[in-house]
């Protein structure tokens, strides 16, 4: 990702005319599915992003955080911090899509400065989806307002480089989290009234 930030600037001074195009999607893993209207233009590497996103002035960037390696999703989370930080992009709104709720990567997209997060789960999107989802962003969809709703003690354990397990560290660590009560407790308002969160057992 050094190359992508290393390029801002070389980027910026040969910039192309840019070009009417509506939405661009940087979708590394290819989940979002084949985009079916001219005006979503898809890219599948953080570069070609910030290259397209500073040439062809998009009214929206939306990247898409799908089932990928620990590191690559670091590099992701690079691309974010460069997008609202250079000169040519940090105005563009900056949309990002989940595959799943994160604590610890929603408060580096937090501290990004993108505009918008939206968990979509694994599923495909085509061209009137993702228009859709774009209609429908509201005050609720900013990250500041989704890491809230999170439990602080939402805690994340490298398993090795590809996964990772959530576990409640409001119960030292050693209660994994999954299914129902993760999504429905832990990742919602509904963790303030939990028996651990409300009295922590921590390290």
């Given amino acids: 990702m050094e190359a992508v930030v290393t390029k801002e600037k070389t980027r910026s001074r ?21 985009p079916s209207s001219s005006d979503v233009d898809r890219v599948f590497s953080p570069i070609r992003c910030l290259d397209k996103a500073v040439d062809e002035n998009p009214r929206m960037i939306l ?18 911090f460069a997008l609202k930080r250079n000169t040519h992009t940090r105005d563009c709104p900056v949309l990002v899509l989940l595959s799943s709720m994160h604590r610890g990567l929603m408060e580096d997209l937090n501290r990004s400065g993108v505009d918008f997060v939206k968990c979509i789960g694994g599923a495909a999107l085509n061209s009137s989806q993702l228009r859709e989802i774009v209609g429908g962003l509201g005050p609720d969809d900013c990250p500041e307002r989704q890491l809230s709703a999170l439990c602080d003690f939402l805690h994340y354990t490298p398993i090795d480089g590809q996964r990772e397990i959530t576990v409640c560290g409001a119960y030292l660590e050693r209660l994994v989290l999954g299914g129902r009560w993760l999504h429905e407790v832990c990742e919602t308002e509904n963790h303030l009234q939990c028996e651990y969160y409300m009295n922590p057992r921590v390290k």
């Fill in 63 to 80: 990247v898409r955080f799908g089932r990928m390696p620990i590191r690559e999703r670091e590099t992701m989370v690079e691309l974010c």
């Fill in 14 to 34: 040969n910039r192309r005319p840019a070009r009417n195009l509506r939405y661009l999607l940087c979708d590394p893993t290819g989940e979002a599915g084949e």
